[in-house]
């Protein structure tokens, strides 16, 4: 059963950056799509963009050319690079395999704040 486990996020101010990693155990990243998922206070869990097995990537249309999602196979890690944040960006946000869900992590809180 994978394991999956998110870090990197914290407080940024608006236009700021930051990069979530996600380790994954239990599952081969590189051979399975991954993606990212957000939610926020008082909302239901959204996508926010995935990549396949053969790099292809897709994105929610409201983080559509802001984040950038890639992986490091040699880490069995996904990653999500956020950039031009915004407060609406706030969320606890996870990974996960889309087709094949595994158990959510905790997740890593994301606060866009001035």
């Known amino acids: 059963q994978v394991h999956l486990v998110e870090t990197g996020g914290g407080l940024v101010q608006p236009g700021g950056s930051l990069r979530l990693s996600c380790a994954a155990s239990g599952s081969n990243v590189r051979l399975n799509t991954m993606a990212w998922y957000r939610q926020a206070p008082g909302k239901q869990r959204e996508f926010v963009a995935f990549i396949t097995s053969g790099g292809n990537t897709n994105y929610t249309e409201s983080v559509k050319g802001r984040f950038t999602i890639f992986r490091n196979n040699a880490k069995n890690s996904v990653y999500l690079q956020m950039t031009s944040l915004n407060p609406e960006d706030t969320a606890v946000y996870y990974c996960?395999?889309?087709?094949?869900?595994?158990?959510w992590g905790q997740g890593t809180q994301v606060t866009v704040s001035s």
């Open positions: 996960n395999l889309p087709k094949t869900p595994g158990p």
